[in-house]
């Protein structure tokens, strides 16, 4: 069984911290896929990043990072020099590789990110 | 065109009530998924459809009925509904998964049910 955890539940920051939010994964798949999710306050679910796991490269998207390691079963999220706008709940999300026709999620808990002036 | 459009944004109904609400996405997507989110909690997988085709029921109470008229529209219709069904109901879509790539789900911004 699949299974994500984001042991945070919320953080709160000053503008220009950096934060790491912290995503640990389970599944007996060898090939599986991870993403990031943001959910502002008004609801939308934006996708942010795809990772699979046969690609451990770390990647940088302007003052977002991410850092997969397979070794630990994590995938970590970064941000850079925080801003208000940052202010969202985080989703993790696993899902195991097939051709079945759709996908699966299994989303972690979230953590809610808090960025004060 | 990346955008899941969701109708309407906010609906508030009474428990004898019949309403729908409506998904429409013009990425060419073939899978098209319902979810429901309670606050503070991740988004909870209801249906899926596969080219038009339901592939996946969680379960779901038979006071909610899904339907996909056409490759580009999800619709969801209510009756009878309980005031616990209160939640933000979440459309999304994705391109059918293959075995040598995968495609995120793209969701829409959700209607916010509210059951009296």
């Known amino acids: 069984a699949q299974k994500v955890t984001q042991a945070q539940t919320e953080i709160s920051v000053v503008e220009k911290e950096d934060v790491t939010l912290d995503c640990v994964y389970e599944t007996r798949d060898t090939t599986y896929y991870l993403f990031w999710y943001k959910q502002p306050p008004s609801g939308e679910l934006v996708f942010l990043i795809r990772r699979n796991s046969f690609d451990e490269q770390n990647e940088i998207s302007g003052r977002y990072s991410w850092n997969f390691q397979k070794s630990t079963s994590s995938f970590n999220f970064t941000i850079t020099a925080s801003q208000v706008v940052d202010s969202a709940v985080y989703f993790c999300a696993l899902s195991e590789g097939d051709n079945s026709g759709y996908s699966t999620l299994t989303f972690g808990k979230g953590t809610m990110l808090l960025v004060s002036p | ?116």
């Open chain 2, 1 to 116: 065109d990346t955008e899941v459009t969701q109708t309407p944004k906010h609906l508030v109904m009474g428990m004898t009530n019949k309403k729908s609400l409506k998904c429409e996405q013009h990425m060419g997507h073939r899978a098209m998924y319902w979810y429901k989110q309670k606050a503070k909690k991740p988004p909870e997988l209801m249906f899926v459809y596969s080219y038009e085709k339901l592939s996946i029921n969680e379960s779901v109470p038979s006071r909610f009925s899904p339907e996909c008229p056409n490759s580009s529209l999800l619709n969801l219709h209510l009756h009878a509904l309980q005031p616990e069904d209160s939640a933000l109901y979440l459309c999304a879509s994705s391109q059918a998964p293959t075995t040598s790539s995968y495609n995120e789900q793209f969701f829409g911004p959700g209607t916010r049910l509210t059951v009296l």
